[in-house]
């Protein structure tokens, strides 16, 4: 049964579980700090393809057939996946999955898409409407740089606050059954906007939608930071970690003690050369999908809250200098 607490935070009673979960990354992910923790790293852009987006795609392919294999699942035992990424059309999604045949629904929240996945998964788990269900996203280096900026070619120099888009891709499997993570509790976040316009700023961009939903949580559940051993933001980068922790503490709250963000945890930017920190819907569902399920399966940690962070605009919005309108969805964990 799914319980409504506060505003707008769900609460499952049966609370679905982590069946299982997989995870697949580029090289330069490799040689950071999680670089030992994916199950599988690509070590060509191409991945032995002909395009970026083909390579994405089947990132998406790899993962949940990684997923699939951990579990002791087959692909007729999933009745439903969630997915997207952050091509137009969320291609890489669309085509990395096809050939699974199971009934798909495509999500969009760019980079806030793997909690947005879940949450929606859990729903339908909860309620009945499946015994286990599918989440997968994506993101590719070069194919977002073509999409959102500039194609590789053009060798267009990036900000100090630019992030880079992770290439890799996190699924996971949510279903019914004794398991060591359950999903406890989610917040859906509000379309958050204060007037940002820097397309290579994200992390300021998404900072405020972060802000807003956690404190939302907070009042919901009549919660603090102490209760939680860890909360994960899914990309702010160093920018808007930050801008994070000013926002919160405006409204009392302070997070700095047991904050971590996805974005920071993927890179060593001390060696690479990532600027601000690292981004794209592949961030947060590697991250999530390697060492922070990984820690709550083996007991390191207890109880967490996971925050995936989107900017909600397009190619086409940036070159009309439009804002930046953005979102953050948050699921709580538990071991």
């Not at 070069?142 to 606050?161: D, F, M, N, V």
């Not at 996971?172 to 989610?186: F, L, Q, T, Y």
């Not at 939608?209 to 994960?232: N, V």
């Amino acid at each position: 049964m799914i319980k409504r607490i506060g505003n707008r935070t769900l609460e499952f009673t049966n609370q679905p579980t982590v069946r299982a979960y997989a995870s697949v990354a580029g090289k330069k992910e490799s040689e950071g700090p999680l670089g030992g923790l994916f199950d599988k790293i690509i070590t060509d852009s191409y991945d032995g393809l002909d395009t970026y987006e083909d390579a994405e795609s089947q990132l998406q392919t790899e993962a949940m057939a990684l997923a699939l294999k951990k579990g002791k699942l087959k692909k007729s035992d999933i009745d439903f996946v969630f997915a997207g990424d952050l091509l137009n059309q969320c291609v890489g999604s669309s085509f990395g999955l096809k050939d699974y045949n199971i009934p798909y629904l495509g999500q969009y929240g760019a980079c806030s898409t793997m909690a947005q996945n879940i949450i929606a998964a859990s729903v339908f788990v909860e309620s009945g409407a499946a015994e286990n269900a599918g989440c997968s996203t994506s993101s590719h280096f070069c194919s977002a740089e073509r999409q959102y900026r500039y194609p590789l070619e053009y060798g267009a120099i990036r900000t100090p606050t630019a992030q880079w888009t992770v290439t890799g891709a996190g699924c996971c499997i949510i279903g019914n059954g004794e398991c060591k993570v359950k999903i406890s509790r989610a917040t859906v976040g509000k379309i958050i906007d204060l007037g940002i316009t820097d397309a290579n700023n994200m992390g300021a961009a998404m900072a405020p939608a972060a802000a807003e939903t956690i404190a939302a949580f907070f009042k919901d559940t009549d919660s603090s930071p102490s209760d939680f051993d860890c909360i994960f933001t899914g990309d702010l980068g160093e920018v808007g970690s930050n801008s994070l922790y000013e926002l919160l503490q405006r409204e009392g709250i302070d997070i700095k003690n047991n904050h971590r963000d996805c974005g920071l945890m993927i890179f060593e930017r001390r060696f690479q050369d990532v600027h601000a920190g690292g981004s794209g819907c592949g961030c947060c569902a590697s991250v999530l999908c390697s060492k922070i399920l990984n820690d709550l399966e083996h007991g390191k940690l207890k109880n967490i809250l996971f925050i995936a962070t989107g900017a909600l605009l397009s190619a086409t919005t940036a070159g009309q200098s439009k804002t930046i309108p953005s979102i953050a969805h948050l699921v709580n964990l538990q071991s």
